[in-house]
């Protein structure tokens, strides 16, 4: 089946730095990526949907300067959190669905925990 | 707009009893509907989607458009279905992305 893996899978930084997150589709073409945010004990929110070699589009009140977005490759995508605060720590995942597919393949996700 | 209500945050049933986890959902056009499952410790993963009309572990779902509900049941819950159950709607048009319901956890008690 498809998998879809992120990295890193945990991560802890001081307040002010830009932290990165790769979501790699290994074994099929991620021509679409999502990225989505959990808070604890809530649902998934959709923060962004990025096409392979565009740019992109990003949710109502999801800053789209403060979650960088970049879908390189097909096999690629990458959410750089800049200046992080406290408030951004969360549990960050990645979703990726081939061209014409129907199904969403999620990665583990990242916790991302800012001091 | 989409939305995707699961009214139980938590519901928690003996070995051998049936299980029905709730989802409604709010969408204008004619939507899919997928239930994903969470294992602990573990990624998410679709479980089943209403166009396959299949059977996953047991489990199965029927979309009612009349209720614009698209409840998950088993008749007999296992102790290893325990999980968190997300309800996830996608519209017909475009690339569009899913949206998750608030998820259920459903606890199976021996």
């Known amino acids: 089946g498809a998998v879809v893996s992120q990295h890193p899978s945990r991560v802890i930084c001081k307040s002010g730095t830009s932290v990165k997150i790769e979501c790699r589709s290994l074994d099929f073409q991620a021509t679409t990526m999502f990225w989505y945010r959990q808070f604890p004990k809530k649902s998934l929110m959709l923060m962004a949907t990025?096409?392979?070699?565009?740019?992109?589009?990003?949710e109502q009140g999801v800053e789209k300067d403060k979650f960088l977005i970049n879908h390189a490759s097909l096999t690629l995508s990458t959410l750089t959190v800049t200046s992080a605060h406290p408030e951004d720590s969360s549990f960050y995942i990645c979703s990726a669905r081939h061209l014409g597919g129907e199904t969403q393949y999620f990665g583990p996700g990242t916790r991302l925990l800012v001091l | 707009a989409q939305r995707v209500t699961q009214p139980e945050k938590l519901l928690s049933v003996f070995k051998g009893a049936p299980v029905e986890l709730k989802c409604n959902y709010s969408?204008?056009?004619?939507?899919?509907l997928f239930w994903y499952v969470q294992y602990s410790r573990q990624r998410l993963q679709l479980l089943l989607r209403?166009?396959s009309r299949e059977s996953i572990k047991g489990f199965t779902a029927d979309l009612n458009k009349g209720e614009t509900s698209f409840h998950l049941k088993k008749p007999f819950a296992q102790e290893e279905d325990s999980a968190m159950y997300y309800c996830a709607l996608r519209g017909n048009s475009g690339n569009t992305p899913l949206v998750f319901g608030k998820g259920t956890r459903l606890s199976v008690i021996a």
């Open positions: 209403h166009i």
């Open positions: 969408y204008s056009g004619s939507p899919e």
């Open positions: 990025s096409n392979e070699g565009s740019k992109a589009t990003y």
